[in-house]
Each structure stands twice: as C-alpha cells, then as structure tokens.
C-alpha cells in the first residue's frame, strides 16, 4: 500500500504532463475509436444532468481501452473482516471516472471492484436489486445463452463460488503485481483468491483489435452527462448504463451491473474458414474474397471500417475517421427507412447489425439494449506452429466485459433475442457468425455472400467457445463506503 502511494506521489508531475491532451497513460488511443472527453467537457455535461462522475466506478464509461488489466476473482470467507479491510484498504485505491480522463491525474494502477449476487449473501446485503439474471448468477443461465451447458467452462466459474472481481488496469504488468501484493494484504484471510485472469491490448499494429484481426471498441453509446457523440453513435441516458430508477434501492444509485464472460478465440480455426470460403466475385481476388467473407461476418473491416460505407475493400482511411466509420444506420441513402431485402452492403447476420439493428427497428432509434463494452484481450499471439496447422494449442480470446443497468435488457437480451435468434432482425437471417451460439450445434448463417444472398452457411465450428464468467453489480464508491463497509 506505501509503495503504491508513494510511486503516485512521485509519478503526479509526470502523469500531469503525459495526460495534457491526451489519454491516462494506462489507456489506448488508437485513432478509430472516439477519444474520451477532457475532465472538463466531462464534468460540464455531468453538472447539467447533476450527475456526480466522482461517485461512479472508472471502468463503467472508459470502453475498451485499457493497456493491461487483470481481473482477480474472490470468494469471501469472513465478512465483517472483509467490509472494515475494505474500508480501510481498498476503499482509498478504487478509481472512479474523472482521474482517467484527458487531464485528470491517472493513478499508477487503477481499481475497481464489483460483487455477485452470492458475494452479497456472504456479506448479509439482502436488498433486492431486481435483476434476475443477476440473482440467478450465469452458471445457472448458461444454457439460456446458447452455451452447450458448462462443459466448457473452467472450474472458477461453475458453482456460482464467486463472491466478487477487482479489476486492476495500468501500463505494465509489474504496476499490477504492486499493486496485487497491496491488495492481497490488505484483504489479509478475509478472502480466498479464487482466480485471475491477464488481459493485455495486443501489440502493436495491433493494438485495439481482437484477436480475429477487427479494431474493437469503436460503437459505444454516448452516454448523456459524460460526452457528446460522435456522428452516428448512439445517445443513451445515464439510467440506461447505471442504476437511477427509484424501484432500486437507493444505495444502488450510480452503480451499474458488470457482465463478465471469458470467451476463447479459436483464431486459426477462424481463419481457414475464411481461406476455405472465398467470396467470388470477378473483381476480387481469392485473398481478398476471403478479407470479404471476414468483413461481412462482422459489419465491418480490420480497419474498423464499416462494409455499410465500403462494401467491397476495406478503407483504413474511413476506419480511422471517428467523424465517418460509425455515421451510418442501414438505412438506403436517402431514405427514412432500411430497405427490408438488401444485403448487399451489411448482411442482417453481421455482428454488429444483429447487436445494433439501428434502422432495422425504425428510427429514431430506440435506446433500450445498449450496453458499454468494456473487454480486453487476453492470450499470447498466435504462434507459427498454430497459424501452420490451423489449430489453436493456447488459450486466447476476449475477456468480454459489459455494463448496463438491467442484465435481462442489455447483454442477456443482445445474446438471446438478438445474435442467437435466427429470426432476428427479419425472417430467417440465420445466427450471428461471430457470437451467435447454437449449445454447440451447426448454425446457419445467412446472407453472407453479396453475389448470392439467398446462399445459406452452415458453420460447423463455435469459433469463440464461452470458457464461462458471472454477473456482478459495480457500486458506487458511496455505497462501496457504507453498504460494503463497516
Ligand atoms: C470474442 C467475442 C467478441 C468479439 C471478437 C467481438 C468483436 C466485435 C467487433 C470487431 C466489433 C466492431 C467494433 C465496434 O463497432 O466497436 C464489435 C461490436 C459490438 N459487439 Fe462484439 N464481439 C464479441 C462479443 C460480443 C458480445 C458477447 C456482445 C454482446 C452480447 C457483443 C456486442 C457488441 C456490440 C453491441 C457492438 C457494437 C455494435 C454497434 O454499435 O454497431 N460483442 N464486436
Ligand atoms: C460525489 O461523490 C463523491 C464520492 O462518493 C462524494 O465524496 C462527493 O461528496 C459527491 N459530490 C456531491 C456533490 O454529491
Ligand atoms: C443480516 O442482517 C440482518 C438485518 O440487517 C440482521 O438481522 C442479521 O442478524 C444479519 N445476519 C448476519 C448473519 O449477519
Ligand atoms: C506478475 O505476477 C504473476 C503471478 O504472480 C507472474 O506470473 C508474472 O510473471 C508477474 N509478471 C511480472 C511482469 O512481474
Ligand atoms: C490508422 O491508425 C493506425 C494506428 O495509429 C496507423 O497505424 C495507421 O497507419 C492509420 N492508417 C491510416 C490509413 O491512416
Ligand atoms: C424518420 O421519420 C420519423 C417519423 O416520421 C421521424 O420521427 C424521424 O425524425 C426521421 N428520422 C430521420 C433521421 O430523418
Ligand atoms: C490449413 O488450411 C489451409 C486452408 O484450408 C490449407 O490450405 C492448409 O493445407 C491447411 N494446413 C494444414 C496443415 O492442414
Ligand atoms: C423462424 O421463422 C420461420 C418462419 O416463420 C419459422 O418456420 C421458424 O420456426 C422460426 N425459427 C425459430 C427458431 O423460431
């Protein structure tokens, strides 16, 4: 704990001057994704909507955007230990919005954590948050979201054992270690370590791409109060991202619920899918096909940029341009309203049109299933050996993270309603190719291939392969200090 205090003392002229402009240095800042609003822009929306950023947990607004971050997974073993260590310990490192904002004063490591619904019966908190996912826990759910039951998930997540995640992000991964010895004496015997994770950005070129090749991160809701969008993002109000409703308990207030789900890449696996499947077309080679068939899954290229403004080629131009690669709704040019049979830009399929439908459901559109996505990648690159035979020998995916103030309409509703459902948004669209999941059966995909839309894929492997998470609720540093604390 004095290390880490001290190390911050000592870095602050530092942290001032690498922070003037830009990101915290323990952020990403690649051009496609929209950059973070300065402290003050920041806190001038918060004023005008009276909400209070310093009381709301950092990682619920920040997006994916961490340059390391490891997520240590806890069971509580005496309570009333736990809630005065928290106090006294844990309580003064947990990092709230403003200090990772351009021009705010980044600590060296920044924490958050968050409690599942059998980590608030360990601590005797019997208010009702009126979520039942989050009641239930994901173990119990698994099946429900397309999951061939637990069989593949890792033990640490069977059972519903875990009581709560701290989430550790910074530059390097030595910060994080500090920072983990602090934090484990400061929690002494009152937890027992059940799991970690290690979540890194890739390297460079890649940084802020998974680990299929796509930039990430780049549509999330403007989330009124803390920024402004940028063209084409959607505009949420707090309450759809933190709790604010009155049916809430009022310590729930400017919290919001954490999704977690470790979701494995099989990224070799991927790719010979797309060598195996070209997109013919007379103007494109077979490569090229293949980068087509890649694009089309998703909704948009490596680059980011989305197949709606350019359907045949990625444009990294356009995908580095937060003015232009999110400014589009589906909607045929000039029209107020998608044409319901073209696919020839964006399949109905793609993942990002299954999870945001835009103009698909009318517009304006309607803020109710929006989530922020907060993952990172977790993994080695793919080794030679890997690439040369196709199959993957070592772990790598996304630790996907999402916040939203209700499971059942934000990442349970996206997975089960939408990407699963093959129905979803018209007739017969087939299964989202990325995360669709059929409980480990073929799925169909449809729409794919501009040159043949009525051309139907049936997808024999899960390319990602849910290893398991849990639910959690991320409170705010006001109920952290009293509801969690004695
Ligand atoms: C390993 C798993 C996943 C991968 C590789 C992945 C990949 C991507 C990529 C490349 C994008 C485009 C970048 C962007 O628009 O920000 C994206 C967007 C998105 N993803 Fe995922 N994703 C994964 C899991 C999920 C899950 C589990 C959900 C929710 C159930 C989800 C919901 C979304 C949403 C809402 C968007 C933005 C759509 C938009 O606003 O246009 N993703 N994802
Ligand atoms: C905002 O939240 C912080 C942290 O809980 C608290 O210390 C502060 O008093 C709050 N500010 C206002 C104006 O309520
Ligand atoms: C839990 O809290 C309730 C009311 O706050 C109290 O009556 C009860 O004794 C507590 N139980 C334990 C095991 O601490
Ligand atoms: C951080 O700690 C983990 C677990 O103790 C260890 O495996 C890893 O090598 C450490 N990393 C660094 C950079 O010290
Ligand atoms: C887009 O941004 C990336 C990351 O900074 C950079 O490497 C790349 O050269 C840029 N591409 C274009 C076309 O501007
Ligand atoms: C589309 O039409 C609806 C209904 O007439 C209207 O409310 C909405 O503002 C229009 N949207 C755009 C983008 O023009
Ligand atoms: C890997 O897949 C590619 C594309 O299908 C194929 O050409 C190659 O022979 C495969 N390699 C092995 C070792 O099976
Ligand atoms: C999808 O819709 C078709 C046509 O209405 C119907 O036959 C089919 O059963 C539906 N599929 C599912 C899984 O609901």
Redesign the pocket.
Known sequence: MKLTLLSSIILLPFTLALAKGGNSKLLINPPAQPSLPSISEAESAANAVGLNLTNIQGDILIGMKKKKELFFFFGIVDALAFKSNLKAHILPLVTPIPPLLPGGTSPTTALNIAFSQNGFDALNITDNLGDAPFANGQFVGASGLGDPGTVNWIPPFTGNKIHGVILLASDTIDNINNTLIDLKSGLGQSITEIYSLQGAARPPPEEGHEHFGFLDGISNPAVQGFRDPSPGQAVVSPGEILVEDSSRPPWAQDGSFLVFRQLEQLVPEFNKFLADNPIRAPALTTQQGSDLLGARMVGRWKSGAPTFLSPLVDDPVLGNDTSRNNDF?Y?APGQ??SDPTDQSHTPFSAHIRKTRPR?DL???EKPKHHIVRGGIPYGPEQSEDEIRSNTTKTERGLAFVCYQSSIAAGFQFLQQTWANNVNFSKTDTGFDPIIGANRGAPRVVNGLDPTLPSRRFTIMTDFIVSRGGEYFFSPSLSALATTFSA
């Open positions: 709704t909607a107020n309203q103009a009318g517009l304006p």
